[in-house]
C-alpha cells in the first residue's frame, strides 16, 4: 500500500523544524566507525549496544532488534550522523545503484577538495569519482568528488565557490 500524498498546504511547515541525524546502517560498526572518525573527521559523541527494547520493534517493524550504535557530529554543525549494526535482525549489504529508488548518497560540505582527496587516498579510501568542475550558466560553481564508505555507501564531498 502506497502512502498517500498529503498537499502542502495541508501539513503545518512548523510542524518540522529541521534534520536532527542521519542514520547508516553498516555491516560492521567498528570498520564504519574508523572510517567516519578517522578519513572524515567526525567525532565520536557516544557508543552503545541497544537489546529488549519494545519501542525499538514497534518503531522499526521487527521483532528482538539487537543492535549497536555510534552517534557522531562534525564540530557541532548541521545534524548527528547514526551508524548503527543490527545484530538481530543482521545487517546486510546489498548493493543499490544510485539511481535506484531507495538509493542515497550522503553529501558532505568540504573545504580544498584537492587536499581532502589526497588526504583519502593515503588512507586507501575508494574514490569513485575524481573532483570534477561543477558549471552553471558557463560559471564554475563547485567542484565534487564520490568516495564510497566500508559498505559502499556513496558519499560525495561538495566544494563550493563564491
Known amino acids: 500500500m502506497k502512502a498517500k500524498i498529503v498537499p502542502a498546504s495541508t501539513c503545518s511547515p512548523a ?38 527494547l519494545p519501542v525499538y520493534d514497534q ?6 532488534i ?16 547514526a551508524l548503527m ?3 538481530n535482525p543482521p545487517s546486510e549489504s546489498p548493493h543499490r545503484e544510485l539511481y535506484q529508488a531507495g538509493g542515497v548518497a550522503l553529501a558532505l560540505q568540504v573545504r ?11 588512507r586507501n579510501v575508494l574514490i569513485l569519482c575524481h573532483p570534477q568542475d561543477i558549471i552553471r550558466d558557463e560559471k564554475r560553481v563547485a567542484s565534487a568528488a564520490y568516495i564510497a564508505d566500508p559498505d ?10 563564491p
Open 152 to 161: 559502499g555507501l556513496r558519499i560525495e564531498l561538495y566544494e563550493p565557490f
Open 112 to 122: 580544498d577538495l584537492e587536499t581532502v582527496i589526497g588526504n583519502l587516498l593515503k
Open 66 to 81: 539487537h543492535l549497536k550504535l555510534a552517534m557522531m557530529r562534525k564540530a557541532d554543525q548541521g545534524p548527528l550522523l
Open 15 to 52: 510542524a518540522v523544524l529541521g534534520l536532527h541525524h542521519i542514520k547508516i546502517i553498516a555491516s560492521d560498526l567498528s570498520r564504519s566507525l574508523a572510517f567516519y572518525r578517522d578519513a572524515l573527521g567526525f567525532e565520536l559523541l557516544y557508543e552503545a549496544e541497544r537489546s529488549k
Open 59 to 64: 518503531l522499526m517493524g521487527y521483532e528482538n
Open 85 to 87: 549494526q543490527f545484530l
